[in-house]
């Protein structure tokens, strides 16, 4: 029972985060930066310390408490994280919500599901899985069938993408093709799929805050199990780090284009853009909220990360679909990140059987 709640939280939380970009379709007049930065605020800044004061009483004590090294690693990545998650945007931007989600996910899934592990290789933990403790177990072998698998529909993702370049470039030009950039798109992409990695390492760099969140609520509940929502604590000093990076650059965008206009611009829909763009950093927020209910089922090892990825990524494929992102495109294109996303939602019952041995 524990491993079926632990596979729906994180599909909940891949479905908040393959549809968070989707409210930033119905901003208009704003450039990228404006509307980013906005949703960033809200997703960074503003809710996740109110999801920890609803659920973990004293939340702010934790932190306070909390020694300084482990708080400025936990910031550390993520201000890395916020780096991949600048250039996630990016990514959408220019091949679209299916491929870039596909591409940069599907890097992030094999990154933080792998480097951890062999960092306990070097580092060992109690608790804590080493690759060594993956490969030689027989639930290990099957998460890293399932992580071949999800890498094998990366690629025919990937190969869709040059065939939809391709597809696209011998029509007309249309908005969709005129943003379609899969050269730039692909190096923002890798970059992105890297140091997107970095937030499970920020979960991790920032474990005792959850521990001491979890054992707090143990005292109160005993024979209760796992507190859910015992991450929260963390989340808010990994999204200082995000918010950090993220507002930066989109201050410096603004500088550069000229756009600070934008947020107070009355020819534009300014209440509406407010608030698609509050939706879209809520909605974003809340794919962690669930990943670390998933996590607390589940532990915060390669098959809580894979799980994740690949939900977000067969849920952002799906809304491709529904956005007409593959209508311009020719059958065998389409079959190709059909196929794609085949190999994902393998990937994600292969981890999920392989978890289930452990």
């Given amino acids: 029972m524990q491993i079926i709640f632990g596979v729906l939280f994180h599909f909940i939380g891949g479905f908040a985060s393959g549809s968070f970009y989707i409210p930033f379709k119905k901003v208009k007049g704003w450039a990228w930066e404006s509307y980013w930065i906005v949703g960033g605020v809200f ?4 809710v996740p310390p109110i999801a920890a004061y609803l659920t973990i009483p004293g939340f702010a ?22 780096i991949g998650g600048l250039t996630y945007g990016l990514g959408v931007r220019y ?28 580092y060992p933990k109690e608790g804590r899985d080493s ?16 992580l071949i698998i999800c890498v094998v529909g990366i ?14 470039g011998a029509k007309a030009a249309t908005k969709e093709s005129a943003e379609f950039k899969i050269g730039l798109g692909l190096v923002v992409s890798i970059v992105s799929g890297i140091l997107s990695a970095c937030f499970a390492f920020g979960i991790d760099a920032g474990k005792d805050m959850a521990n001491e969140a979890n054992a707090a609520w143990k005292l109160l509940n005993p024979g209760d199990g796992e507190f859910l929502f ?12 995000g918010l950090t990076t993220n507002l930066i650059w989109c201050v410096i965008l603004n500088t550069k284009n000229k756009t600070f206009g934008d947020y107070t611009n009355r020819k534009v829909p300014m209440l509406s853009n407010y608030i698609f763009a509050a939706l879209a950093g809520t909605t974003w927020f809340l794919q962690f909220f669930f990943y670390g209910m998933g996590e607390s089922k589940l532990g915060n090892g390669a098959s809580s990360w894979i799980l994740h990825m690949a939900f977000i990524i067969l849920v952002a494929n799906v809304w491709g679909l529904v ?20 190999c994902i939602i393998i990937s994600i019952m292969v981890v999920g059987y392989g978890n289930s041995l452990k």
């Avoid at 030689?136 to 998460?143: A, E, L, N, P, Y």
């Fill in 43 to 46: 997703s960074w800044l503003i």
């Fill in 61 to 82: 004590e934790i932190i306070k408490q909390t020694n300084g090294s482990i708080l400025a690693l936990t910031y550390f990545f993520g201000i890395l994280w916020g």
């Fill in 95 to 122: 091949l679209g919500v299916s491929l870039g989600s596909s591409i940069i996910l599907g890097l992030s899934s094999v990154f933080g599901a792998l480097l951890p592990s062999i960092y306990y290789n070097f």
């Fill in 131 to 146: 690759f060594n403790d993956i490969i030689g177990s027989s639930w290990g072998q099957v998460v890293l069938i399932g």
């Fill in 155 to 168: 690629f025919f993702c990937g190969k869709a993408g040059m065939m939809k370049e391709k597809d696209l």
């Fill in 230 to 241: 015992q991450n929260n604590v963390t989340y808010i000093v990994i999204l200082w780090g």
């Fill in 323 to 342: 956005l007409k992102e593959w209508t311009s495109v020719s059958k065998k294109t389409f079959r190709t990140v059909l196929l794609g996303i085949a």
